[in-house]
Nanobody, 121 residues
Framework: VQLQASGGGLVQAGGSLRLSCAAS????????MGWFRQAPGKEREFVAA????????YYADSVKGRFTISRDNAKNTVYLQMNSLKPEDTAVYYC???????????????WGQGTLVTVSS
């Protein structure tokens, strides 16, 4: 599975962005998908994950209630809708694929290239 993330940009605090991650390959619908982020000078951290069917989701406490992960298996795409953005959400956001629903980075075998989100105060 090859992944291509897009949709990052510069937004003011309180604003919204929607990230997309397009996958190539016929097996996209069999993978659970996750979003991770890495802020400057920090380690990469889990943000959200969704099961292959879309019926199960996990969120980091820091984004719960503000971010929503979804997927469209017909379009081989997973989304991250980010609302009420804060300056601390500034990071490079990565999408990734795993064989099961998990928050553990090590279980994600496929990664996209990342898209930068910058939230100004």
């Amino acid at each position: 599975v090859q992944l291509q993330a897009s949709g990052g940009g510069l937004v003011q605090a309180g604003g919204s962005l929607r990230l997309s991650c397009a996958a190539s390959g016929r097996t996209f619908s069999s993978y659970c998908m996750g979003w991770f982020r890495q802020a400057p000078g920090k380690e990469r951290e889990f943000v959200a994950a969704i099961s292959w069917s879309g019926g199960g989701t996990y969120y980091a406490d820091s984004v719960k209630g503000r971010f929503t992960i979804s997927r469209d298996n017909a379009k081989n795409t997973v989304y991250l809708q980010m609302n009420s953005l804060k300056p601390e959400d500034t990071a490079v956001y990565y999408c990734a694929a795993a064989p099961r629903l998990t928050t553990a980075q090590g279980e994600y075998g496929y990664w996209g290239q990342g898209t930068l989100v910058t939230v100004s105060s």
